[in-house]
């Protein structure tokens, strides 16, 4: 060190020394060298989780043994921009070689093997190899290494596969530990720039893999991101592809889901328009377990597995398993529709139309058009008319919504909230108001741990994402700025409230979503579903 940084202040001459003994880049790259396995090695037993096809074709093969010869597979995980209006497309070449020029298959995230949905086929224009902030054009890159691509992210949504061999299966989708739970409404202040937003808003959706946009029922844009920090950033880059055009935002808004706690406590009927259909339907919930390994991918696509996995795991009767028609909604499908009629006639003309009411009662709930969450539907019986101009999907779709929102009534509806798990680093001497913050706002602290060698405590604790707005700043004040929280979406928690009780927390918060969807205040009574034999 030289005279002067010997003078600089404690704190400042410690993270100079620091610096100069173990500098970051060094140290992190160093750490990966020795400790993380080569592609080469890591591919062998990576490829099985990776890969969506047959295990034993020629892509897998060429990905297990990272064949820079075998046929390219490419996954682009992230888009990243350029300019005002293009991205580029970086990820990691798993087999083969990729060149400027080469005619690539683009497998979007809706692809599915055999079909031409979601598919594009286009030449690659450039090559170029990203080192921090410079980027570099070369002529190819083999597999095992990163690189970013230019010209095709015109055709890419987030992520997609890159493929040269038409028997090539995608990548599987990238899972995130984080789910998108708190939202804003956006617009532009001058209506007239809106063309702008919504060319923002597609710009933002491709460059952040985690943030969600979509409009509501009266046609407000919304932005859906991990959190308020995230949010923030989110919005910084919207204003940044947008020019600097001024925008209105709303304050945060969290997420809900909707579910059942038991049983219906009767078969609820519902008629079609023409009061020649009847269906008759009860729901209960599906257990968390379950709910659990559906979000986590666990459950089989296979049938004969699913089956399997059903009646050994989670104890369902196995002709109830057999017949499990559908998940919901599309989503985030972690609903079920079973079948449990005998032997009625014409029912599988009228299958899809009884799943489509079923997609739409679970993707907009009774009590306030949220997504439900984790409930079982059970189809009891069926009526329907013999000729098939009084059974179509107009007549019976609107039918079994309103039997599926009956059930849902009759079984005791609870809201779920998101809930953050959140980690305070702090002085012994602050925990007073670590303690008063969070039993302000609903937290439960779970685990307090003394850091051996200094004077922090890390306390972790369950925060509801419905309370987190603004808990930083106020746990700054409350600690003169000691305390340093990092949050992290945990699970999804019952709110025990009955949103059906007259004065109820619950049913204040049912009010106050419905109001800003613009829906009637008040839950709609069973009667208005429900109709009489």
């Known amino acids: 060190l030289n005279s002067e940084e010997w003078s600089y202040p404690y704190k400042r001459l410690l993270k100079t020394i620091m610096q100069r003994w173990l500098p970051a880049e060094e140290s992190l790259l160093e750490m990966i060298v020795q400790h993380l396995p080569s592609p080469a090695k890591a591919q062998r037993y990576r490829c099985e989780n990776l890969y969506t096809g047959p295990l034993d074709d020629i892509t897998a093969e060429a990905i297990r043994n990272c064949d820079p010869k075998g046929p390219l597979v490419m996954y682009v995980s992230k888009l990243v921009p350029v300019d005002n209006s293009r991205f580029y497309a970086f990820g990691r070449v798993f087999s083969g070689t990729i060149n400027s020029s080469t005619q690539v298959r683009i497998l979007g995230q809706n692809y599915k093997p055999g079909s031409k949905e979601d598919l594009f086929i286009k030449n690659i224009q450039r090559v170029v190899v990203m080192m921090g902030k410079k980027i570099e054009t ?78 509501d029922g009266t046609g407000n844009y919304i932005v859906a991101g991990a959190g308020e920090l995230h949010l923030e950033i989110c919005l910084n880059d919207l204003v940044d592809y947008m020019g600097g055009v001024e925008i209105k935002v709303s304050p945060p808004i969290v997420s809900f889901n909707e579910t059942v706690t038991e049983e219906s406590s009767q078969t609820c009927l519902a008629k079609s328009a023409n009061k020649h259909n009847r269906f008759f339907v009860r729901s209960e919930p599906l257990g968390e377990e379950l709910v659990r390994a559906m979000e986590a991918g666990k459950i089989d696509a296979d ?99 309103r039997a599926f929102y009956a059930s849902q009534l009759t079984a005791k509806p609870r809201l779920v909230e998101p809930v953050y798990m959140v980690e305070i680093s702090c002085p012994q001497s602050c925990m007073g108001g670590v303690y008063s913050v969070m039993s302000k706002r609903r937290g439960k602290i779970i685990e307090e741990t003394p850091r051996g060698g200094t004077p922090l405590t890390t306390v972790k604790c369950h925060l509801p994402v419905m309370e987190s707005i603004g808990f930083n700043s106020e746990l700054r004040e409350a600690t003169g700025g000691m305390a340093f929280p990092l949050c992290f979406f945990d699970h999804w928690s019952v709110i025990q409230s009955d949103p059906l009780e007259k004065g109820s927390r619950a049913e204040d918060l049912v009010h106050s979503i419905r109001k800003r969807k613009g829906l009637p205040l008040e839950i709609p009574s069973l009667d208005h579903y429900n109709d009489k034999l």
Request: proline share 7%; hydrophobic share 40%; with cysteine.
């Open 138 to 215: 070369v002529d190819s890159v083999p597999c095992g290494n990163t690189c970013a691509l230019v010209g095709i992210d015109k055709f890419i949504l987030k992520s997609a596969t890159l493929t040269t061999d038409e028997s090539s299966w995608p990548i599987v989708p990238m899972k995130f530990s984080v789910s998108p739970v708190v939202e804003m409404m956006v617009e532009p202040k001058n209506p007239s720039d809106l063309p702008k937003l919504v060319e923002g808003m597609k710009r933002l959706m491709n460059g952040d893999s985690l943030v969600q946009i979509r409009t």
């Open 303 to 401: 049938p004969k597995i699913r089956t399997r996995q059903l009646v050994e795991k989670y104890d369902w009767n196995p002709d109830e398993a057999k017949k499990l028609w559908a998940f919901g909604p599309t989503t985030n499908p972690l609903n079920v529709l079973d079948d449990m009629t005998r032997g009625i006639d014409l029912l599988h003309e009228a299958k899809d139309s009884i799943v489509a009411g079923f997609q739409w009662a679970t993707n907009q709930g009774v009590l306030c058009d949220e997504s439900l969450r984790g409930v079982r539907f059970n189809l009891i019986d069926v009526v329907l008319h013999s000729d098939r101009a009084h059974r179509g999907g107009g007549q019976v779709i609107p039918a079994t919504k």
